[in-house]
Nanobody, 113 residues
């Protein structure tokens, strides 16, 4: 069974930083590309970023490009999302997404002064 657990969210002021982590189990992590999505209150799922199985290819939504950095540690079965220069519009629940569009419990990020 695929299990994905995101953590690291919280309340941060505009311009601040957070680092999200996602621990994966139940599949061979190093075989799969992974993604981050987010869902703001009252809105649908929004693509944030994705990374190849080896970590050498990353892609970002235009809304986060230059501010967010996605990475992975295949030895630890863990995915990361470094978020800098956070804006109020980044407020959302963030999910990591794996094989077959599986996703676990997300982590809340709130950007507010």
């Amino acid at each position: 069974e695929v299990q994905l657990q995101a953590c690291g969210g919280g309340l941060v002021q505009p311009g601040g930083s957070l680092r999200l982590s996602c621990t994966a189990s139940g599949f061979i992590f190093s075989n799969y590309g992974m993604s981050w999505f987010r869902q703001a209150p009252g809105k649908g799922l929004e693509y944030v970023a994705s990374i190849g199985n080896g970590g050498e290819v990353t892609r970002y939504a235009d809304s986060v490009k230059g501010r967010f950095t996605m990475s992975r540690d295949n030895a630890k079965n863990t995915l990361y999302l470094q978020m800098n220069s956070l804006k109020p519009e980044d407020t959302a629940v963030y999910f990591c997404v794996g094989p077959g569009s599986s996703r676990g419990q997300g982590t809340q990020v709130t950007v507010s002064s």
